[in-house]
């Protein structure tokens, strides 16, 4: 179970790296940092999954 919970962190901080990375090319760090667009909501939310899912792997454990 803890290694399902892994996978999804990983895969929801990838998308949150590539989401960042994304938005750091096509707009700079300002843009990339703007919360009112819907590609920084779903990179934030893609992160916050992230800790939760590695807060899960780590109880798991």
Known sequence: ???IFLIISMLALGAAFATFFYMMLNNGLK??????KRPVGFMAGAFLFYIAAFVLFIIAQ
């Open 1 to 3: 179970m803890a290694f």
């Open 31 to 36: 843009g990339a940092l703007d919360l009112s």
